[in-house]
T-cell receptor
Framework: NAGVTQTPKFQVLKTGQSMTLQCAQD?????MSWYRQDPGMGLRLIHY???????DQGEVPNGYNVSRSTTEDFPLRLLSAAPSQTSVYFC?????????????FGAGTRLSVL | GQQVMQIPQYQHVQEGEDFTTYCNSS?????IQWYKQRPGGHPVFLIQ?????EVKKQKRLTFQFGEAKKNSSLHITATQTTDVGTYFC???????????FGTGTLLAVQP
């Protein structure tokens, strides 16, 4: 049972480059989300999705795009990377129904923007 | 920005001492969750509290939801080195119940 899978685990970008962080889950969860975690800080919600074709902004959406074409996948796109986007990115998923809020997290992607 | 504050930000204890972290919200909550993140790891779900005044125990961990459903606490009795990590409370916001993390409490345990 794979759970939530994130790729790549590590990435180094130059300022202005673009890239996509991949996230896939095999639990048939409706809800998926992306967080970023900066050193010594908590997790901040970037974007989330309550189902295929539906996405919405979280606390810190600027500089990031998402799409949800399938239930399983929720990629996060950085169109023009900036040093301020150096962080650890976590993808998470859960059921959307009431009382089923347990979020399962991927192992994270450690991104450095030079 | 963050709407959920946790205190303390950091706690250093000797192994065997107790530890408590508090989570405070400015608004009434429908429920609250707690997660633990080991150093270098990802957050892992611990528990969810739903009812006013609810108290739940998991071995040495005791979780409490305030009567007004605006605050919560996590208490660890007789800490062990395996308790090291950051403890986060997490709340749901809006119609879609998007989950927002608290600021977290980093626990260090000295053997």
């Amino acid at each position: 049972n794979a759970g939530v899978t994130q790729t790549p685990k590590f990435q180094v970008l130059k300022t202005g480059q673009s890239m996509t962080l991949q996230c896939a889950q095999d639990m048939n969860h409706e809800y998926m989300s992306w967080y970023r975690q900066d050193p010594g800080m908590g997790l901040r919600l970037i974007h989330y999705s309550v189902g295929a074709g539906i996405t919405d902004q979280g606390e810190v959406p600027n500089g990031y795009n998402v799409s949800r074409s399938t239930t399983e996948d929720f990629p996060l796109r950085l169109l023009s990377a900036a040093p301020s986007q150096t962080s650890v990115y976590f993808c998470a998923s859960r059921y959307q129904g009431a009382g089923k809020n347990i979020q399962y997290f991927g192992a994270g992607t450690r991104l450095s923007v030079l | 920005g963050q709407q959920v504050m946790q205190i303390p930000q950091y706690q250093h204890v000797q192994e065997g001492e107790d530890f408590t972290t508090y989570c405070n919200s400015s608004t009434t909550l429908s429920n609250i969750q707690w997660y633990k993140q080991r150093p270098g790891g990802h957050p892992v779900f611990l528990i969810q509290l739903v009812k006013s005044g609810e108290v739940k125990k998991q071995k040495r961990l005791t979780f409490q939801f305030g009567e007004a459903k605006k605050n919560s606490s996590l208490h660890i009795t007789a800490t062990q080195t395996t308790d090291v990590g950051t403890y986060f409370c997490v709340i749901g916001r809006g119609a879609t119940n998007k989950l927002i993390f608290g600021t977290g409490t980093l626990l260090a345990v000295q053997p």
